[in-house]
């Protein structure tokens, strides 16, 4: 298999400092754009773009590039803006972060794989049962209530209608664009609703718990809603991303 790196025999020098590059990009946006929405009295939920230059490390230089980027990108994080207590967990996902859609871009790479574009569809069909079965969103005298709490119905309906593009998005895209596109949408969707399934709403959740004493029923629902949004938005900024960032970092 054509190594995925974005130069022809990338060397080691190059690829460290384009490491460290994107290990910069990411503090920097961590620093300047990280937002943390406390839930029952702590900060469960923690909205930032930061994955994004971690992504692209795994997809550009490979998993294990994006592995270190990961790591090495979260500790550094914690020593100049700490957002609580350390714990490794949460290190370890930062790592796969970079090392799961490095990982997976390297096997779905020019493939025309079938039925990817069904996953989005699964995983929102899960998303609203496991709501569903929490209870998160009821409904009652016509007005709409989120966790207990009224909630403009412009929001839920915005939230439904993003659930549904979620959904639809990738089977509209795999009959409509070149399956032969080295970073094609539904690939790049799909990368990373698998890693912010695996790293946010999996790992992520289950360290919080652990960290403070919270059942997980308590903080998926709110994970689970957060990565709606987050999930299209990464994807439409990576897909833009990878149009022009390749041939930018060759020259460095």
């Not at 920097?28 to 754009?33: A, P, R, T, Y």
């Not at 409904?139 to 659930?163: R, T």
């Amino acid at each position: 298999m054509k190594s995925n790196a974005f130069i022809s025999s990338p060397t080691r020098t190059r690829i460290v400092v384009n490491c460290g590059l994107l290990i910069a990009i990411s503090i920097v946006l961590k620093i300047l754009f990280e937002v943390y929405i406390p839930l029952g009295g702590f900060p469960s939920l923690r909205l930032n773009i930061t994955a994004l230059p971690i992504m692209l490390s795994g997809i550009l230089l490979g998993p294990f590039a994006g592995f270190a980027v990961g790591i090495i990108s979260d500790l550094m994080c914690f020593i100049i803006k700490p957002g609580g207590p350390f714990f490794i967990g949460f290190t370890v996902a930062s790592g796969l972060t970079g090392f799961i859609p490095g990982l997976l871009f390297m096997l779905l790479r020019k493939k025309k794989t079938k039925y990817l574009e069904w996953f989005n569809l699964i995983f929102v069909a899960l998303s609203g049962i496991i709501l569903a079965v929490f209870g998160v969103f009821s409904f009652e005298n016509g007005s709409v209530y989120y966790a207990g709490e009224p909630l403009n119905m412009v929001f839920f309906v915005v939230f439904i209608a993003l659930m549904i593009a979620f959904a639809v998005f990738p089977i509209i895209v795999v009959k409509k664009s070149n399956l032969d596109s080295e970073y094609r949408s539904d690939h790049i969707l799909f990368i990373v609703s698998v890693s912010q399934m695996v790293t946010s709403i999996l790992l992520n959740t289950w360290f919080l718990s652990i960290l403070y004493g919270q059942a997980v029923a308590v903080l998926l629902p709110a994970r689970l809603i957060t990565n709606i949004f987050l999930i299209p938005l990464y994807t439409i900024i990576l897909v833009g991303l990878l149009k022009t960032l390749p041939g930018f970092l060759k020259q460095h």
